[in-house]
């Protein structure tokens, strides 16, 4: 199975269908009369379709096991078929498409073997997707004419002691999002200069600040202190989606002192310096945090 540890848990749905065909009008006639003689098929099959749903990780080698939160199955019945609907709900890490085909499926198979005594002419058809949400393909949007800026704060890096590995996964992330990164740099744990590089960004027009290191607990560590004076409105909810999911990967990222706020229409964010920190506090918030730009300034981005 993939990895996806580094995933949020987020309300998924599907719903997929399949298709039984009958080769006689009789023949749905009997189903709709419970008239079948190995009992009531829609019954039964939605029964089985519940436990197919339940089970999809038993049978799909690559599927993960996750929470069946809910699970409806309805049909649409014709003159000579009937639609299967299956839709299924989950607060997890990863969708449910499989599932929801899985358990239409399994309705239609076992529909299939309790007619195929009175009708040797059935069909399954159409087994697919109809609908899905949830996850980040649903938060997706055109990030290109945002601007980022990406400042490194480390004493020994501004001193060509050790490399810069958290800006440039930050970079990297951002460009991954088709996000402008205009401008990297590392600066030292200096107040001064950590302020002075606010204030030309927002003078430049970045829409987003990101500043990667300083957020510790040592004396060097003020980040968080020189930006908050400059912050029109901090954002607890940021700072709070990022220590928590950094808090279920590491005990010790409840230490951690991350900020967010705005300078105006500008995101400014204060993220971990280590390499692990920086890489999930980015796939904690992001491409979700992009979204305040249209709150800021309406639709423009």
Known sequence: MIN????????????????????KPETILAVKD?????????????TA??????????????????????????YEIGVMEIKVLVEIHTIYKTGVEVEAMH????VALTMYDMLKPIDKGISIEQIKLQ??????????????????????????????????????IIIEKLENLQVQVQEYRVIPDDSDQIQNAA???????????????????????????????????????????????????????????????????????GLPGSTAGASESMDAIFPAVLHVFKVLSGERH
Do not use: W
Not at 34 to 43: I, N, S, T, Y
Not at 51 to 74: G, N, Q, V, W
Not at 103 to 106: D, F, I, N, Q
């Open 103 to 106: 358990a239409a499926s399994v």
């Open 199 to 269: 204030n030309d960004a927002l003078a430049q027009g970045i829409d987003l600040l990101i500043y990667t290191g300083g957020t510790g607990l040592s004396r060097r560590d003020i980040t968080p202190e020189s930006l908050e004076p400059l912050l029109d409105r901090r954002i607890p909810g940021i700072e709070e989606a990022i220590r928590s999911y950094g808090q279920q990967r590491v005990p010790t990222a409840m230490l951690s002192r991350s900020i967010a706020g705005t300078m105006g229409k500008m995101l400014v964010l």
């Open 4 to 23: 996806i540890t580094h995933k949020s848990p987020t309300l998924r749905k599907a719903i997929a269908q399949a298709i039984v065909k009958v080769s």
């Open 34 to 46: 419970r008239a079948v003689p190995k009992g009531d098929v829609l019954e039964m099959a939605k």
């Open 49 to 74: 379709g519940l436990f197919a749903a339940k089970r999809t990780a038993d049978m799909i080698p690559d599927c993960h096991p996750l929470p069946i939160e809910f699970t409806s199955i309805s």
């Open 131 to 168: 609908e899905k949400k949830g996850g980040k393909s649903d938060q997706q949007s055109d990030f290109s004419q945002l601007k980022a800026s990406v400042l490194v704060c480390s004493d020994t890096i501004s001193q060509g002691i050790g490399e810069d590995k958290s800006g440039k």
